[in-house]
């Protein structure tokens, strides 16, 4: 079946740090690749997407690019901010079903 | 403005009482779902529908019970609550387009004591 395994967490960085969060995939087919993002006491949002391999997502500086060779959807930002304190979700979707499957999710603290 | 719209936000019910989340789309969607969070565990899908009249089981139905009567409305059911049911619960839907993404609720946090 298809899965979604994310790095363990919880991350702490300083404020205008490097930021990666590690997601890679198991899935038939093509599937497309979603980051997801929870604020505090919020829903999730949809952060960035990639439909197809060498895509690359980008929103509110952060990027991922579909890597089919390695199966892998890694989420970066050059330089993060405060805001950016919030739970991230990879995910994908793959099949008629449409079902999203979701990694555990990663807490990410930015201090100032 | 688009939105998927869950009530309650916080409900604290007994055990065996049933219960009804409800979910809407103004987004004329045809797919939505309900997914529950727990620590740990990440979202797990329970029920989605693929258009109205028409749903299927997740990955972890056991305890609930989904309608969808009309296009816009896909509420959840807990017949007989547990506490293992405590979880905070997400409403999504979405377009067919297939690279589009969901759209989720704000989440009800049910307590089931």
């Known amino acids: 079946g298809n899965s979604v395994t994310q790095m363990e967490g919880p991350v702490t960085l300083s404020e205008e740090a490097f930021l990666t969060i590690n997601c890679t995939y198991t899935?038939?087919?093509?599937?497309?690749l979603f980051w997801y993002v929870q604020y505090p006491g919020e829903g999730l949002q949809l952060l960035l997407k990639?439909?197809?391999?060498?895509d690359k997502g980008s929103n509110k500086g952060f990027e991922a690019t579909y890597r089919k060779e390695t199966t892998s959807f890694h989420l970066e930002k050059g330089s993060v901010q405060v805001s950016d304190s919030a739970v991230y979700f990879c995910?994908?979707?793959?099949?008629?079903?449409?079902?999203?499957?979701f990694g555990k999710g990663i807490t990410l603290s930015v201090r100032p | 403005e688009a939105q998927v719209t869950q009530n309650p936000r916080y409900l604290i019910t007994v055990t065996g009482k049933k219960l009804t989340v409800t979910c809407s789309q103004n987004?004329?969607?045809?797919?939505m779902s309900w997914y529950r969070q727990d620590p740990g565990l990440g979202l797990r899908q329970i029920y989605y529908s693929m258009n109205v009249e028409v749903t299927d089981k997740g990955d972890v139905p056991e305890g609930y019970k989904v309608s969808r009567k009309e296009k816009r409305n896909f509420p959840l059911i807990l017949e007989s609550p547990s506490p293992n049911q405590t979880s905070l619960y997400f409403c999504?839907?979405?377009?067919?387009?297939?690279?589009?993404?969901?759209?989720f609720g704000s989440g009800t946090r049910l307590t089931v004591v």
């Open positions: 899935a038939t087919g093509y599937p497309s």
């Open positions: 987004m004329n969607h045809e797919y």
């Open positions: 995910a994908l979707r793959a099949g008629a079903n449409s079902k999203l499957t």
């Open positions: 990639a439909t197809k391999a060498d």
């Open positions: 999504a839907s979405r377009g067919t387009a297939t690279n589009y993404g969901y759209t």
